[in-house]
Protein backbone atom coordinates (compact mmCIF):
# COMPACT_ATOMS: atom_id res chain seq x y z
CA UNK A 1 0.00 0.00 0.00
CA UNK A 2 1.52 3.53 -1.29
CA UNK A 3 1.88 5.86 1.69
CA UNK A 4 1.88 10.06 0.94
CA UNK A 5 4.89 11.32 2.60
CA UNK A 6 4.65 14.74 1.53
CA UNK A 7 4.83 17.24 4.49
CA UNK A 8 3.04 19.86 2.72
CA UNK A 9 0.06 18.13 1.47
CA UNK A 10 -2.74 17.93 3.38
CA UNK A 11 -4.37 13.89 3.33
CA UNK A 12 -8.04 14.51 2.03
CA UNK A 13 -10.84 11.92 3.51
CA UNK A 14 -11.65 10.38 0.98
CA UNK A 15 -13.08 6.86 -0.34
CA UNK A 16 -12.15 5.10 2.88
CA UNK A 17 -14.68 7.11 4.94
CA UNK A 18 -17.94 6.50 2.07
CA UNK A 19 -19.07 3.01 3.50
CA UNK A 20 -19.10 4.25 7.25
CA UNK A 21 -21.03 7.77 6.51
CA UNK A 22 -23.56 6.13 4.33
CA UNK A 23 -23.98 3.54 7.31
CA UNK A 24 -24.11 5.88 9.85
CA UNK A 25 -26.55 7.84 11.28
CA UNK A 26 -27.25 10.25 13.84
CA UNK A 27 -31.09 9.76 16.18
CA UNK A 28 -32.25 13.23 15.76
CA UNK A 29 -35.23 12.79 18.04
CA UNK A 30 -33.94 10.03 20.07
CA UNK A 31 -37.05 7.52 19.23
CA UNK A 32 -34.87 4.87 17.99
CA UNK A 33 -38.31 3.71 15.94
CA UNK A 34 -37.84 2.71 12.36
CA UNK A 35 -37.85 5.85 10.85
CA UNK A 36 -39.52 7.26 7.98
CA UNK A 37 -37.80 7.91 4.28
CA UNK A 38 -37.60 11.67 4.80
CA UNK A 39 -36.45 10.85 8.30
CA UNK A 40 -34.24 8.60 7.45
CA UNK A 41 -32.03 10.49 4.84
CA UNK A 42 -31.84 13.72 7.27
CA UNK A 43 -30.27 11.40 10.09
CA UNK A 44 -27.64 9.75 7.70
CA UNK A 45 -26.90 12.45 5.50
CA UNK A 46 -26.18 14.26 9.11
CA UNK A 47 -24.37 10.78 10.35
CA UNK A 48 -22.52 10.97 7.23
CA UNK A 49 -21.18 14.91 7.58
CA UNK A 50 -20.10 13.70 11.04
CA UNK A 51 -18.15 10.94 9.95
CA UNK A 52 -16.12 12.73 7.03
CA UNK A 53 -15.79 16.03 9.39
CA UNK A 54 -14.55 13.76 12.19
CA UNK A 55 -12.01 11.67 10.17
CA UNK A 56 -10.78 14.76 8.35
CA UNK A 57 -10.06 16.75 11.30
CA UNK A 58 -8.25 14.20 12.86
CA UNK A 59 -5.98 13.89 9.44
CA UNK A 60 -5.42 17.43 9.23
CA UNK A 61 -4.72 17.89 13.24
CA UNK A 62 -1.95 15.53 12.26
CA UNK A 63 -0.50 16.45 9.41
CA UNK A 64 -0.14 20.20 10.29
CA UNK A 65 1.24 19.46 14.10
CA UNK A 66 4.08 17.79 11.96
CA UNK A 67 4.32 21.17 10.19
CA UNK A 68 3.61 23.55 12.77
CA UNK A 69 6.45 21.55 15.09
CA UNK A 70 9.08 22.08 12.13
CA UNK A 71 8.12 25.78 12.34
CA UNK A 72 6.65 25.55 8.66
CA UNK A 73 3.44 27.13 10.07
CA UNK A 74 2.12 28.78 13.54
CA UNK A 75 -1.27 27.46 15.60
CA UNK A 76 -3.71 30.17 13.87
CA UNK A 77 -2.85 28.70 10.50
CA UNK A 78 -2.56 25.34 11.55
CA UNK A 79 -6.50 26.36 13.04
CA UNK A 80 -7.45 27.83 9.70
CA UNK A 81 -6.33 24.94 7.91
CA UNK A 82 -8.10 22.28 10.13
CA UNK A 83 -11.13 24.11 9.69
CA UNK A 84 -11.06 24.73 6.19
CA UNK A 85 -10.51 21.00 5.31
CA UNK A 86 -13.39 19.84 7.88
CA UNK A 87 -15.55 22.68 5.94
CA UNK A 88 -14.86 21.00 2.74
CA UNK A 89 -14.58 17.34 3.49
CA UNK A 90 -17.84 17.69 5.09
CA UNK A 91 -19.39 19.06 1.82
CA UNK A 92 -18.28 15.72 0.42
CA UNK A 93 -19.55 13.65 3.25
CA UNK A 94 -22.90 14.91 2.74
CA UNK A 95 -23.30 14.47 -0.61
CA UNK A 96 -21.83 10.44 -0.46
CA UNK A 97 -23.99 10.04 2.74
CA UNK A 98 -26.85 11.43 1.01
CA UNK A 99 -26.57 9.45 -2.06
CA UNK A 100 -25.93 6.27 -0.21
CA UNK A 101 -28.70 6.54 1.97
CA UNK A 102 -30.90 7.09 -0.68
CA UNK A 103 -29.49 3.93 -2.27
CA UNK A 104 -29.97 1.82 0.84
CA UNK A 105 -33.73 3.74 1.02
CA UNK A 106 -34.55 1.82 -2.09
CA UNK A 107 -32.23 -1.60 -1.41
CA UNK A 108 -31.63 -1.86 1.84
CA UNK A 109 -30.32 -4.76 1.71
CA UNK A 110 -27.56 -3.22 0.17
CA UNK A 111 -26.33 -2.56 4.28
CA UNK A 112 -24.45 -5.51 4.68
CA UNK A 113 -22.15 -5.25 1.33
CA UNK A 114 -21.61 -1.76 2.94
CA UNK A 115 -20.84 -3.06 6.70
CA UNK A 116 -18.07 -4.83 4.96
CA UNK A 117 -16.60 -2.33 2.71
CA UNK A 118 -16.52 0.12 5.41
CA UNK A 119 -14.40 -2.55 7.86
CA UNK A 120 -11.92 -2.47 4.84
CA UNK A 121 -12.62 1.21 5.16
CA UNK A 122 -11.91 1.82 8.95
CA UNK A 123 -8.72 -0.12 8.09
CA UNK A 124 -7.55 2.23 5.65
CA UNK A 125 -8.40 5.00 7.49
CA UNK A 126 -6.57 3.41 10.42
CA UNK A 127 -3.49 3.21 8.77
CA UNK A 128 -3.65 6.97 7.31
CA UNK A 129 -4.11 8.31 10.91
CA UNK A 130 -1.29 6.73 11.69
CA UNK A 131 0.79 7.45 9.27
CA UNK A 132 -0.51 11.21 9.86
CA UNK A 133 0.78 11.01 13.68
CA UNK A 134 3.72 9.38 12.96
CA UNK A 135 4.90 12.27 10.93
CA UNK A 136 4.12 14.42 13.31
CA UNK A 137 6.57 12.90 15.45
CA UNK A 138 10.06 14.43 15.99
CA UNK A 139 12.73 12.08 14.90
CA UNK A 140 14.03 11.01 18.28
CA UNK A 141 10.10 10.65 19.47
CA UNK A 142 9.83 7.82 16.26
CA UNK A 143 13.05 6.53 17.48
CA UNK A 144 11.79 6.06 21.28
CA UNK A 145 8.49 4.72 19.80
CA UNK A 146 9.97 2.10 17.22
CA UNK A 147 12.46 0.57 20.76
CA UNK A 148 9.59 0.52 22.65
CA UNK A 149 8.04 -1.40 19.91
CA UNK A 150 10.81 -3.77 19.22
CA UNK A 151 10.69 -4.41 22.91
CA UNK A 152 7.53 -5.02 22.53
CA UNK A 153 7.69 -7.56 19.81
CA UNK A 154 5.69 -5.70 16.90
CA UNK A 155 7.28 -4.62 13.75
CA UNK A 156 6.45 -0.58 13.22
CA UNK A 157 8.34 -0.70 10.24
CA UNK A 158 5.92 -3.02 8.19
CA UNK A 159 3.20 -0.50 8.59
CA UNK A 160 6.04 2.02 7.89
CA UNK A 161 7.27 0.91 5.06
CA UNK A 162 4.23 -1.78 3.65
CA UNK A 163 5.43 -5.13 4.21
CA UNK A 164 8.45 -5.69 7.40
CA UNK A 165 12.04 -5.73 6.46
CA UNK A 166 13.99 -8.58 7.03
CA UNK A 167 11.40 -11.41 5.06
CA UNK A 168 8.06 -9.38 6.31
CA UNK A 169 8.93 -10.90 10.03
CA UNK A 170 7.14 -9.18 12.80
CA UNK A 171 9.58 -8.92 15.28
CA UNK A 172 11.96 -6.08 13.70
CA UNK A 173 12.13 -2.62 14.48
Not at 28 to 41: D, K, Q, R, V, Y
Not at 43 to 51: C, D, Q, T, Y
Not at 53 to 72: F, K
Given at each position: ??????????????????????????D??????????????V?????????Y????????????????????I?????????????????????????????????????????????????????????????D?????Q????????????????????????????????
Open positions: MSRQTDHFQIPRAGVEAAPTAGLAAILNLSGEALSGGEFLESSLGGVAVAIYQAMLTALRTEALRQQGADRSTQVRTIALTVWESSKQGALVSLVLAVVLLVFPWLGWPLTLLGLVGAGKASLDLFHAFWGLSPQQGELLAAAHAAGVNLRRFLNGEGEGGGSNVHA
